[in-house]
């Protein structure tokens, strides 16, 4: 009967999961759907992918849509064999992003029934880690392999839980399926942090093992742990194997070229430790808005900046110069956000609740929960120290220099996702741990009465004082004041005593701003941590008798905080018609998108940009030859909309090939550093453009875009009669700069095949594209002499074959990062396909990996069923309530 009624909790428990994932997402239940930045780009980069896809019924590989060529493995690619996919659907049933939410719920829920085989503590502990404000930042940015991982933290760590409670059929199981799911979401940055994570989890649990003489058990749970990853890695094979083998051609991977990097062997310090929380923005896990929240602000919460600027207009006159200040002012967009980040969506805003009950959980949880509670505080730690990046830069060039793969990832901030974790799950352990432990009355009440009372007391002085504390100015604050009066120096010097006290008061009520919104989320806080402690009193001086009232009126307050603070980052105004949010890339103004542009930011960005995509899809229509564009309206590096219309020398993505950004960073960043190598003018620029067979070059701006073509594009392939020879990659690359590239390839001595290659003008010879299609494109030659063929395709050393009338033959990097391949006098068809042995490899894996899966899945029930009769002494601790 007892299992019956916890069963029906359990069910009711996941249906208000359902429930609270749609109403908080309403809008889809109306026919709309989120709109999401980095979704738009990805269906601009997916498109010709898809394309062929469904023209073929094939699964494709590479598409030459963005930065002239890359594979698709981090573009969408699909698999073969995909099981661990299929499992995946299962669990994401609902409209996104409901479905995102309730994931997040379900994964947390199946960690909480497995500690403590109760649902109120599932339940709340679920809803503590899922209402974390990054989840739904990152949401609205629309990082949905990023929060996809994240959602599939907890179970997995359920099943290593139970493995090391020597529940080993069980713990198998369910780590070997989590892990296979979390892998297969695809975002290796945050399951190397979970591996940190439980890393420091292995570490604890070793030495507490050696404490208890439990070595042996210890090494067991360890090896199946492995052994669980490993078939689940199996499961992944394929987009595993693949990635790990693109890695080491992008911007993560080794570089030879070394005149602008310092870290030859990964990402740049600088660019690894650009997003760095600061020491004090850490608060915000506890305070939402104690920096400001995000860099866009709402005018609302600006009103003493807004009330002076207006202020100041009224007192100009007509003056002319000042007014022309004043607009220049005005339009300058100010932020609330003061912290150390270039800019963020929001704070990682963990709760009121949670935090406190963390902060108590440090006093009270002991005895035999005490492995826990020094893991997850570690944990924590470290997710706290390594996000402060460049802020605590010892420690954090310690890890990019020496602990393996670090370096391969950027934005350190987000390690975050480890504390925002670990701190919901001793939140929840915490409340576990006072109703249900055999500690004494009064040790309890001095926790909360001290730890509490600190607690309360630190936050006080927060609002009292914080505006004396903490200095709410940043050093852009003060850049962007100089830069206007300088400009005003300049222009007129009569005016700069005016303006110079004009900005001041406006820098003034911009801070004044800052502190309101302090204040203001700091009594939010303090009245949630109240009410926390008030309940937790209450139950412990009496007033309140029932368990389960306390356990789910804090689950409530959480709730409430959560979703509260949430609705800041992703609300209404996130959603809007299906329609546009699947046809993000409109070529006519129709009625409705007019209608919601009007009402709606998000889609008005997307109407602001029609112009510019009938042109690209007119560019498209009129000219069928293979071509790439040079959209310069654009930030061209870092949009992919061009690429849903037509290829783009352009894109937008975190894992670029390495050498293709080396071209970028040379030849279009303008660097000073690279006048000392001779790059001083746009030669470089020019030949980049025409080898890359830039057709079009797009510039103007987005409402009024022109079109310009690029007569002196070299096309898809061309014949060179000489050779320009290197030394190595600083050579290779500079190279371009000053080689006639129409007639000369630039080749490396080191890699290529034939060093005694002969080559002779012949002036009538030709080559020419024929035939088409991402994985595979057809030649024609004909010259009466050999010839080398250069391409305008990137080279890739993986997976990419070229055959000359059937015989394959090896593929040159000329020009640094395009195909070559000597060709013979005489008529030939010259055929370019990628078939990656990667994918063939990974096939195979992945087939017996699924037979494996099915054995311990299979096994487990069989096993389980066999021991079903027996007494399950899983839970911690005898429960109370």
Known sequence: MKNKKNLLYVLVSLLLFVVIALVYCAPVLSGKSVIQPDIVNYKG?????????????????????????????????????????????????????????????????????????????????????????????????????????????????????????????????????????????????????????????????????????????????????????????????????????????????????????????????????????????????????????????????????????????????????????????????????????PGTSGPAYQGAVVVFLFIIGLFMVRGKYATYKKWLLGATLLSIILAWGKNLPFITNLFIDYFPMYDKFRAVSSILVIAEFTMPFLAILTLYYFFNSEESEEFKKKVLYFAGGGTVAVLIIFYLFGGMLFPFATESDKMMSEQFLGAIQQANPNAVGFWDGMIKQLDEALIEDRIQMFKSDTLRTLIFVLLTLGFLLAYQLKYIKNATIVVLTIGALALIDGMTVNKRYLNEDNFVSKYIVDNPFPTELSPRLETEATNNNHVAQIAYKIPLNKMLSEISKQDKSHFRVYNTVLSTFNEAGTSYFVPSIGGYHAAKLGKYQDVVDIYFSQDPRLKQYGVKDETGLINVLNMMNTKYIIHGDVTQPEVQKNPTALGSAWFTSAIKWTENANDEILAINSTPINNTVILRKDLVADKNLKIAADSTATIQLVDYSPMKMTYKSKSNTDQIAVFSEIYYPHGWTATIDGKEVPIEKANYVLRAVPVSKGEHTIIFEFKPQVISTGNMITIIANILLLIVVAGGIYLSYKKCSQKDDSTLATEKA
């Open 45 to 341: 980069s997916a498109q010709e992918m898809l394309t062929y896809q469904d023209k073929t019924g094939e699964n494709v590989y590479w598409s030459d849509a963005m930065f002239g060529g890359m594979p698709t493995y981090q573009t969408g690619a699909k698999y073969s064999f995909d099981v661990i996919k299929t499992i995946d659907g299962a669990f994401r049933f609902l409209p996104r992003p409901a479905d995102y939410i309730f994931l997040l719920f379900t994964g947390f829920f199946i960690l909480g029934l497995t500690v403590f085989k109760n649902w109120k503590y599932a339940l709340v502990g679920s809803i503590f880690f899922a209402f974390g404000s990054y989840y739904f930042e990152l949401i609205a940015a629309g990082h949905n392999g990023k929060l996809h991982t994240i959602g599939y933290f907890a179970p997995l760590i359920a099943g290593i839980l139970l493995l090391y409670r020597k529940k080993y059929i069980s713990g198998f199981v369910l780590t070997t399926l989590f892990m296979g799911l979390q892998l297969q979401a695809n975002h290796i940055q945050m399951t190397f942090y979970l591996f940190l994570a439980m890393l420091i989890f292995a570490i604890v649990q070793f030495f507490d093992s050696l404490k208890k003489k439990e070595l042996p058990d210890f090494l067991k749970s360890s090896a199946l742990v492995v052994i669980a990853v490993i078939i689940a890695a199996g499961l992944n094979a394929n987009r595993l194997l693949s990635t790990y083998e693109y890695s080491k051609e992008t911007t993560r991977g080794k570089s030879e070229m070394t005149l602008l990097k310092k870290n030859s062997n990964g990402l740049d310090h600088d660019y690894i430790t650009q997003w760095s929380y600061g020491k004090l923005e850490t608060l915000n896990l506890f305070i939402p808005n104690l920096m400001g929240g995000g860099s866009q602000t709402n005018p609302d919460d600006l009103k003493n900046y807004t009330s002076k600027l207006q202020d100041t207009q009224y007192s100009l006159g007509n003056d002319e110069f000042n007014q022309q200040v004043y607009q220049a002012i005005a339009n300058q967009p100010r932020s609330a956000y003061w912290g150390d980040q």
